[in-house]
């Protein structure tokens, strides 16, 4: 792992909350071939599978008939959609790829396997303005975040609008980030970085509890960014206490594991956070450039990335999804891309 300035927390609150340069409109250069060494993880490797950024959208989009080609050739190549900011990402049960891209103010979602693409830029006359978190329920509804508008907003699976929110009486969206769904309750739960709490609501919006408050005691948060619902847990990335919070869903404390440092097994600006069938969680670092993986008990595992553009390297990583079929995503910001890993179980 690449070695980080160790950074006052001051400092790493004032670069959460300002964000970072703005992305080149150029493409990354044209990565490697050759696909980097799969890291060993207790039970299993990771391998690299691809990565999808601005090509990929291209090829998506560009028309291939030969009517198409006729109709660029004597008006011109349309204007094709691009990929600017990737930020967070998921993947609805038909296996599609969607992420948020901050600086285009749109959601991307791709069928790599019937070769569709489709954005969502916000409501009718109402864009999006900073698009943070993605998820989806169980019918496929897609839910994002806008962390500047306050708002969750809601859309069918072709991306029509059905709904918005900004989180109810007395429990009033300051800057949502974070979405995780428990399909199984139909609940949706939200990190308020400004209100320093994991909001709940069910899908309609309505209010149903507040989880913690702002401290460094168990339970408290200190600018929590993501979160993610794994095998009864609820994962929290804390960031500004650079730590990981374990937490029922119903809000009680279990655990936590980290610290803020500049080496491998520390913390020192937490982003996405997933977790693998095996229970391992893997925590992105933007400092870092990196996905760490942790044991249930908050033991470093391993480590993958490095600062760069080839394949396996990433340049301010953020949001992070794991899939049911143990696919990592890994939004790489500044690369203008997403990666693509599998955890591969090792048999015994």
Not at 118 to 140: C, N, Q, W, Y
Not at 237 to 244: G, H, T
Not at 266 to 289: H, M, Q, W
Not at 298 to 327: A, N, W
Request: hydrophobic share 40%; proline share 6%.
């Amino acid at each position: 792992m690449p070695r980080a300035f160790q950074a006052a927390a001051l400092v790493a609150c004032l670069l959460f909350l300002g964000g970072s340069p703005r992305p080149s409109t150029a493409a990354p250069p044209s990565p490697s071939a050759d696909s980097p060494a799969p890291p060993s993880v207790s039970q299993g490797a990771i391998d690299f599978v691809r990565t999808v950024g601005v090509n990929e959208v291209h090829e998506l989009t560009k028309s291939h008939s030969l009517w198409g080609k006729l109709l660029n050739l004597v008006a011109g190549a349309p204007q094709l959609p691009s990929v600017a900011r990737p930020y967070g990402v998921t993947e609805d049960s038909t296996g599609r790829l969607l992420f948020t891209d901050t600086e285009l103010g749109v959601v991307h979602i791709l069928d790599l396997e019937k070769r569709k693409y489709l954005r969502i830029a916000g409501k009718k006359g109402e864009g999006f303005v900073s698009p943070i978190g993605v998820a989806v329920d169980a019918a496929d509804n897609i839910y994002v975040s806008d962390s500047a508008q306050g708002r969750i907003y809601v859309f069918d699976a072709k991306g029509k609008f059905l709904r918005l929110f900004s989180g109810g009486q007395g429990a009033a969206l300051q800057r949502p980030t974070g979405l995780a769904i428990d399909a199984g309750r139909k609940l949706l739960y939200v990190t308020d970085t400004l209100r320093h709490q994991i909001l709940v609501l069910d899908l309609d919006g309505n209010f149903v509890r507040a989880i913690g408050s702002r401290g460094t005691a168990p339970g408290q948060f200190n600018f929590p960014t993501a979160l993610t619902l794994a095998a009864g847990h609820l994962y929290v990335v804390d960031a500004m206490n650079f730590r990981i919070q374990v937490l029922t869903p119903e809000g009680q404390f279990v655990r936590s594991f980290g610290r803020l440092g500049n080496q491998n097994g520390t913390l020192n600006r937490p982003k996405g956070i997933a977790v693998d069938s095996d229970g391992n969680i893997y925590v992105v670092d933007a400092l870092f450039e990196a996905v760490q993986v942790f044991n249930l008990d908050g033991r470093l595992l391993s480590y993958f990335g490095s600062t760069g553009v080839y394949p396996g390297q990433f340049v301010l990583p953020s949001g992070l999804f794991i899939s049911k079929r143990d696919r990592i995503y890994v939004a790489d910001s500044l690369n203008r891309r997403i990666q693509i890993f599998h955890y591969r179980r090792v048999k015994d």
